[in-house]
């Protein structure tokens, strides 16, 4: 789904569409199978339901799972959508350190199994 762009991005392909969801999802699955391959370090129990940071556009968005999006599909919310949704579209896709560096940015923290 993804291949290796630059030294902190991954490149991809995905169909964005507008929906009325309050964030960005993809199908869980999907999700799940990126976070596992491209973020997991492959050292205890890891995280495979934190949010995954894509640059659609301009702008970096945090990316949550969801049962009802489409393979392949990001569902973006409304008010980030412009006029030439839905359409095919190239997303970059933020590598674990510099995903992590944008969402603490937005405050949001990890959980820490104990």
Do not use: C
Request: hydrophobic content about 35%; overall charge negative.
């Amino acid at each position: 789904m993804f291949e290796r762009f630059s030294s902190g991005y991954y490149l991809g392909e995905l169909y964005v569409e507008p929906h009325d969801g309050e964030r960005a999802v993809i199908q869980r699955v999907d999700h799940e199978h990126v976070n596992e391959q491209l973020y997991a370090d492959g050292e205890g129990v890891e995280r495979l339901d934190a949010p995954l940071v894509m640059k659609v556009g301009g702008g970096h968005i945090p990316v949550g799972g969801d049962d009802d999006v489409p393979s392949g599909t990001l569902a973006i919310p409304q008010e980030i959508a412009d006029e030439t949704l839905p359409d095919r579209r190239n997303v970059l896709l933020a590598d674990a350190d510099r995903a992590e560096t944008l969402l603490r940015w937005e405050g949001w923290e990890p959980h820490v199994n104990a």
